[in-house]
């Protein structure tokens, strides 16, 4: 069955460094892969979708890499800031509707 | 900035009863979701909508559930006789393209618990 794994459920960071949180899949090809973001209590909120065709993918302090061989996404956060604490969810995504949402990893910056 | 709007935040039932619960999507989107998130676990896709049919649903969505567009801006999850372990977050979401990668907007969510 597929199947998505985060690295870690948590993860601390020093404010200012760059956090790099792992995404593996199995028993999958998904043609794109999308992060998330989820505060407590809230509801998934998109930050960045990479195609299978794409090595990496930037927005701001946000960097993707997406390699299909070793069926793995690498979300780094650069410059990390203590609001950038959140839980983050990797999904991939073939190219029906649904997506299947990886546990995620709960980052931690301190202060 | 447009959002998905859900009611209620949070919905107390007893065992057996049937809830709503209530979405309004973003205005011009055309895909409508539902997921659920039990309480300190991954969050799950439901079923997705489209054209005023689902379009696709996981193993979770059975008989007991059911989706409706009733007047072309609420989209509505219904659980038909809810049991104790369908007490979780319910989130709707939608999103706007007719193909290709759709990111999904997420609504705040609804907190059912049954008891």
């Known amino acids: 069955s597929q199947k998505i794994e985060q690295n870690s459920e948590a993860l601390n960071i020093q404010e200012g460094k760059t956090a790099t949180l792992t995404c593996n899949y199995t028993?999958?090809?998904?043609?794109?892969l999308q992060w998330y973001r989820q505060d407590p209590g809230r509801g998934p909120v998109f930050l960045l979708l990479?195609?299978?065709?794409?090595k990496e993918k930037r927005k701001e302090r946000l960097k993707v890499t997406f390699d299909t061989t070793l069926k793995q996404s690498l979300f780094h956060i650069t410059a990390s800031q203590p609001a950038d604490s959140a839980t983050y969810l990797c999904?991939?995504?073939?190219?029906?509707?649904?997506?299947?949402f990886g546990k995620g990893t709960r980052l931690h910056i301190l202060p | 900035e447009p959002e998905v709007t859900q009611t209620p935040s949070h919905q107390v039932t007893q065992m057996g009863q049937e809830v709503i619960l209530r979405c309004v999507p973003i205005?011009?989107?055309?895909?409508f979701y539902w997921y659920r998130q039990i309480l300190g676990q991954k969050v799950e896709f439901l079923v997705s909508f489209y054209n005023n049919e689902i379009s696709e649903k996981s193993e979770i969505f059975d008989d007991q559930f059911s989706v409706e567009r009733p007047d072309g801006s609420n989209f509505t999850l219904k659980i038909r006789s809810t049991k104790l372990e369908d007490s979780a977050m319910y989130f709707c979401?939608?999103?706007?393209?007719?193909?290709?990668?759709?990111?999904?907007?997420f609504g705040p969510g609804t907190r059912l618990t049954v008891t």
């Open positions: 999904a991939p995504m073939n190219r029906d509707d649904k997506i299947i």
């Open positions: 979401a939608s999103s706007e393209r007719a193909s290709g990668p759709r990111e999904q907007y």
């Open positions: 205005s011009n989107h055309l895909y």
């Open positions: 028993n999958y090809s998904p043609a794109y």
């Open positions: 990479i195609r299978e065709n794409e």
